[in-house]
């Protein structure tokens, strides 16, 4: 359900109204939240799809009921090369419209996202085997070394542990305490094998997704002077403040993130060259954890820190990037594949661990970069369709994918 603030909002875009700082953020807000807002934004911008949008709708059903004939014969009046601006017309009826616009924009752009899913159906693929997108799922690992499998579990109580109950609510993990703490904690484990993703509440409050092939290790109740994880993988928090206890995260034992209460994203798979911290609200202090080496940094938000991955890193210093790209960060978080300036290799890392392959090359890697976007929902081959432009050619045995020169 879209807010009347917000509908409001998007009437002053549409006027080309300007709009103040807090607008325009919770605007950007709105749009981050999924890839069909995203879109939706975009189509909202193009002029001339207003105007067969609100055509469209005479047809409607919905048409009907709302009156809209009216609002039609206004803009079908207006001379054929007038540009379409009806001011007085979105201040009258505004939440009505600009309700209808968004929804019609999404509903378009599913529609030719399907239409081209569907041309791509008719065409020469590279295999007939499908192979299917990830999905929410993990597995939970409890104090005694049980282990769950979420993805078929359904909402409620999945297991009771020393003082604490986990639950299932809506798809996301949770913790409720049964009793005050008695001794030391137990400690829980959620794993997300390839082609999986979840999310979860820690028993704090802080708010952890997990990508796939990524692990986080917590106690089921944080007592003492700090909070403290450890993760593999790749983990985005919007960590629970708690006045003097800190927020520790240990990264793949290589790196360790000191958090008073921030959003951040850090990747540490180990496949990967560098650890990567990116902060987005708040602050941080990153520091190596190997013997010898004291580097460490503060970030302010839209930095991200670059840590070395090998084993020799007793002297290495962080790197710092003042202007990351953070909506690439966490574009896995919203669904997407963001390719933007990504070499084939980096690429095929993200593919093999949504998809749960195995990607082999015969010959050199070719020094490729790519651009855009691409909803992670899609079938392997479609996706592999796309990169056909790009003179990639591939072929598929089993789960093995292998890039041919």
């Not at 403290?228 to 919007?238: A, L, M, N, S």
């Not at 540490?268 to 708040?282: D, F, P, S, W």
């Amino acid at each position: 359900m879209i807010s009347e603030a917000l509908l409001h909002i998007i009437t002053l875009h549409l006027n080309d109204e300007p709009l103040t700082a807090t607008q325009e953020h919770a605007l950007q807000e709105w749009a981050d939240t999924s890839f069909y807002n995203e879109e939706a934004l975009k189509l909202l911008n193009d002029k001339e799809f207003l105007r067969n949008a609100i055509q469209q709708r005479e047809d409607t059903a919905l048409a009907r009921e709302e009156n809209w004939q009216k609002l039609l014969q206004q803009i079908k009046r207006q001379p054929a090369h007038s540009t379409f601006r009806p001011v007085l017309l979105w201040r009258q009826h505004w939440k009505a419209i600009a309700a209808f616009l968004v929804l019609a924009a999404g509903a378009l752009w599913i529609w030719h996202a399907n239409s081209l899913q569907q041309q791509r159906a008719h065409t020469n693929r590279t295999t007939s085997q499908h192979i299917s997108p990830g999905t929410n799922g993990a597995l939970l690992k409890l104090a005694n070394g049980t282990l769950l499998v979420l993805d078929t579990m359904k909402n409620g109580i999945v297991a009771e542990q020393k003082d604490v109950q986990v639950m299932l609510r809506n798809g996301r993990l949770a913790y409720a305490a049964t009793g005050p703490s008695s001794g030391v904690p137990a400690y829980n484990s959620v794993i997300t094998p390839k082609g999986r993703q979840f999310s979860l509440v820690l028993p704090d409050g802080t708010l952890v997704w997990l990508n796939a092939a990524s692990s986080i290790r917590y106690p089921t109740v944080f007592t003492g002077k700090e909070r403290k994880v450890e993760v593999t993988g790749q983990v985005y928090f919007e960590v629970a403040p708690r006045a003097g206890i800190p927020f520790l995260v240990n990264a793949n034992n290589r790196a360790m993130i000191e958090v008073l209460g921030t959003h951040f994203d850090v990747n540490a798979y180990e496949n990967e060259n560098n650890i990567a911290a990116t902060l987005l609200q708040g602050k941080v202090r990153i520091r190596y954890l190997a013997t010898g080496n004291h580097a460490s940094v503060v970030l302010t938000p839209g930095q991200q820190a670059l840590l070395q991955q090998a084993l020799n890193s007793m002297h290495l210093p962080i790197t710092v990037i003042n202007h990351a790209d953070t909506a690439k960060v966490i574009a896995w978080k919203r669904g997407i594949f963001n390719f933007e300036g990504a070499g084939l290799y980096d690429m095929m890392h993200e593919l093999e661990r949504w998809y749960d392959i195995e990607v082999i090359y015969e010959g050199a890697i070719p020094d490729i970069q790519f651009f855009g976007k691409m909803s992670k929902s899609v079938q392997l081959t479609d996706l592999l369709e796309g990169l056909k432009v790009s003179d990639i050619h591939f072929r598929i045995e089993g789960r093995k994918l292998i890039v041919m020169p």
